[in-house]
């Protein structure tokens, strides 16, 4: 799901780098002390038959199952599971989501330990939100797990094998990943935004986009300029299929479905692919999700601006 939360904590990625920065001053850039690996966590992920990938957090004493999702910017507690919690919302903190079904207000509660794995953090501030993912005969979804949890940490995602291992941030921009197969290396595009997300080309019809990994996206989207400018005619959308879906917000969001002539992902080439088209707004060109991403292992470090796509994995 493509969620961005307008900080509850302001600028949160920016103050942790600047602290990661200023820890790592006296280490030299790339150097075999700096680009060392310290394994922080090794989480088993779960991933249901509607390709949902969730982990279990612990918050508070209570264990939640959170969709593990890189499109999200923050860590998400949705309102039906603030009851099992016992926490109450703290009315000094608001955010606002913004995604496909527009703009939400978010409330926000204060957490006194939130336990991921290995890894206990005190007095986080969580956004908490009206949506419900769950759906008959997937697994209960009870919030997000998103980038102002897991972004603190280098991120070995590996999907294919149902893991993810956090390891302690690295002073290591031109560093590998700690697989002998290190697959693609993406270089952040210019036009990428800075907030901590993972992006990635991708080409629809021969044409460069730019694309957000986002694993709570259970299908691939494109935005309609991005399909514009990919050659696709608005009298040919027109004829397209109509289906209605949930974004982030209470609202519905009405989306076409458009067969592609070609999509290329770092070397994979999928012909004829299916897409579903949101209105202009999207907050990427190109979603990519879990048809993609449940096939692939990625690297993403906090610091620098290259991530690592390996070669396309069958999945356990």
């Known amino acids: 799901m493509s969620i961005g939360v307008y900080p509850l904590r302001r600028f949160w990625l920016l103050a942790f780098m600047l602290s990661a920065l200023a820890a790592c001053s006296s280490v030299v850039p790339d150097s075999p002390e700096a680009c060392k690996f310290d394994k922080v966590t090794e989480l088993p992920v779960r991933i249901d038959r509607f390709r949902h990938p969730t982990v279990t957090v612990e918050i508070d004493g209570k264990p939640l199952n959170l969709l593990l999702d890189t499109g999200s910017n923050s860590t998400i507690i949705f309102e039906s599971a603030l009851d099992r919690t016992g926490l109450r919302k703290d009315l000094r903190y608001h955010g606002v989501a913004s995604g496909a079904g527009g703009l939400t207000a978010l409330d926000a509660v204060r957490a006194d330990v939130l336990k991921l794995g290995d890894i206990t953090l005190r007095d986080e501030i969580l956004a908490v939100a009206p949506f419900n993912l769950t759906q008959p005969g997937g697994d ?158 990625v690297w993403i470090p906090v610091q620098g601006r290259k991530i690592h796509v390996s070669l396309p994995m069958k999945p356990d």
């Open 140 to 297: 209960a979804i009870d919030g997000l797990l998103g980038f102002s949890t897991i972004g603190k940490y280098d991120i070995d995602l590996d999907l294919p094998h149902h893991r993810m291992t956090l390891y302690r941030a690295r002073f290591c921009p031109n560093g590998r990943p700690p697989w002998d197969d290190a697959g693609r290396l993406v270089q952040r595009a210019s036009t990428a935004p800075f907030d901590g997300r993972p992006y990635a080309p991708i080409a629809i019809n021969g044409h460069t986009q730019l694309g957000l990994l986002d694993t709570g996206a259970t299908s691939m989207f494109i935005a309609r300029p991005a399909a514009l400018a990919s050659g696709v005619a608005e009298a040919e959308m027109a004829a397209d299929q109509k289906l209605t879906i949930s974004g982030a917000s209470t609202a519905k969001v009405e989306t076409i479905v458009h067969r592609f002539e070609s999509l290329n992902f770092l070397g994979l080439a999928i012909e004829h692919p299916t897409l579903g088209v949101l209105p202009p707004g999207s907050s990427a060109a190109v979603v990519i999700g879990m048809p993609i991403l449940a096939s692939h292992r």
